[in-house]
Each structure stands twice: as C-alpha cells, then as structure tokens.
C-alpha cells in the first residue's frame, strides 16, 4: 500500500509538470513578460455576463471590472508623455480575445475624463462596435473612405460625454486597400484636428494584414491577449508580425483573466500605488516602468 501510495503521488506530480509544460497558453500577467518586454497596461478580469453587457463601465461603473479599464486608462495616458499623437489601434493575434470590448470600454473611460473621443470600427470584415453601443452600423467608415457620406454626417455622439462613434458602415471587398488608402490619412488627420483620443478596434493580426495596415498611420498598438485562451506561439507571431511590418507595439492587455483558482486575478487593495493602477497584478517591473513614466509626466527626469 506504501509502494503504491508513493507511485500514485509520484504519478501525480509528474502529470501536473508534464501539463504544466505542454500547456502553450496564456495565463498570467508574468508570462506576457516572458514573451516581450513591452508594457503591460493593465489585466481584465473574466466576467460571464459580458456578453449581455459588454459595455461594463457604463452598464455598472462602480463594479471592479469597470474600475480595471479605467486603470488601463490611466496607464495609456502615461504612453503620450513624449508623443503629439493620440490615435491608437487596438488588436489581437486572433479572433474572440476580448479587443472589441476592450477597445469601447477604453473610449468610454478616457470620456469621462472630460476628453473628447473619437471611436472608430476598423474591423471591416466582422464589425462588433456599432452593436456594442447598441447603434446603426450601416453607415461609416468605408461609406466615408468611398467618398459616399461626409466624415462629420457618418460621426455619431454617444452618451452624454463627448465620445463620438464611426461605424464600419458595409463589409467591403477590399478592406485592408481601404485602410491603407490615403482617404484614411485624410480621415485621421481631419479627426486628430478635433478629438483628443482615437482608439481604432482592428481585426486580429494573425488572420489578416488590416491591423499593421492601419497601425503603421497611428501612434502604435496595443495588443489584447485572453488568459487561458491565447498561446505563446500566436502571440509570438503576432509581435513578429508588427515587428516586420515597422508598428510600434505600445503594450498589452490581458483579458478574461480568472477570478479564481491557482490563476485567478485580484484587483488589489484600494492604495495608490503603481501596482494598483495595473489591476493589483503588475510585477515590480512593470512598476519600476509605471514609476518612471510618472516622473518623467512630472518632469523628475
């Protein structure tokens, strides 16, 4: 019984390493700074009901979720210290990784601050935003891009903050042509003139070009990755992807991230700490970058 004891355990722990190993996914925090040494703006935790409503800085503001976006919020606004431009695509190396929720819940949050902020559907081939802020996507951005609609008739005001919306407007043939056109210069320059933020939901970098198309006219991208759900090697390829394609990657995001378990994800206690501002899960590193940031905002060198 001893023998067969110590055989069942020796067992066990050699399933849970052989696992552990063979596991290629995304969990924490700390394995997105064992791929890249990019920032990480910020964890968002898994929430079931986001489906039913995706809009959660709205639909509740005061819940923890909520209070993670606006986290990353604060965290993005620590990247324009040393930049003019305020235009940002946010993508994913592969479909179903959180980037539309996390793209409109961003916009909603840099609103409340005051700011006047322009969201745009650059997911020409799967629109998500225009259903997410519960409007009419028929007409947008390729309508705009064609020459169809005035850029200031296809705009629509959402909410009671300044955040105005672009849908995508009709799937067209050819979107990454559109995206790289010099229509889409003249619509971002026509828009920086206005709005403070322009945050661009673009499709996932490793099923078509579109997101480094657009990237590479914007202040760089930050990258959703979905805990439990992305692997290493997609996420791997999907840096290499910007990286040949001369796009800044500004820092990551992950999201769906458990609230419980051996994985799960705290949001920390309420101090002010750098710590905090990533969700009450930012390693020293990424708080040594955070520190840094704020004295160079404030002028410490």
């Known amino acids: 019984m ?30 997105l700074e064992v791929i890249t040494d990019r920032p990480l703006l910020g964890g968002i935790a898994f929430d079931p009901d986001a489906p039913k409503r995706p809009l959660i800085v709205h639909a509740d ?43 409109a819940n961003l916009a909603i949050a840099l609103a409340e601050t005051g700011a006047r902020v322009a969201l745009i559907d650059g997911d020409l081939r799967l629109p998500r935003i225009a259903d997410y802020m519960a409007m009419e996507g028929g007409v947008g951005l390729t309508n705009v891009l064609i020459g169809q609609v005035p850029l200031s008739e296809a705009l629509r005001k959402w909410g009671t903050n300044e955040l105005y919306v672009l849908p995508s407007g009709p799937v067209p043939p050819n979107p990454s042509e559109l995206l790289g056109s010099s229509a889409m210069d003249t619509v971002l320059s026509t828009l920086s003139e206005y709005f403070d933020y322009i945050l ?6 490793l099923l078509v070009t579109d997101a480094a198309v657009i990237g590479k006219k914007t202040r760089g991208l930050i990258l959703a990755a979905a805990s439990g759900k992305t692997r290493k090697p ?55 970058r955070v520190a840094k940031r704020r004295a160079a905002a404030r002028g410490d060198g």
């Open 61 to 103: 503001p005061r819940s923890p979720r909520a209070e993670s976006f606006r986290a990353l919020r604060t965290n993005l606004q620590f990247l324009d210290v040393d930049s003019e431009s305020r235009v940002f695509v946010v993508s994913s190396s592969g479909p179903g990784e959180g980037k539309s929720t996390t793209t």
């Open 200 to 205: 661009i939901d673009a499709p996932p970098l």
């Open 234 to 288: 997609e996420l791997q390829g999907a840096i290499r992807t910007l990286t040949t394609a001369g796009v800044d990657l500004l820092g990551l995001v992950i999201t769906m991230l458990p609230t419980k378990g051996p994985d799960s994800y705290g949001y920390g206690a309420y101090t002010y700490g750098s710590t905090h501002e990533l969700g009450g899960d930012a390693s020293p590193r990424t708080a040594r």
């Open 2 to 31: 001893i023998i067969g004891g110590l055989l069942g355990l020796a067992a066990g722990i050699a399933f849970a390493v052989l696992r552990t190993v063979l596991d290629t996914r995304i969990h924490t925090l700390h394995d």
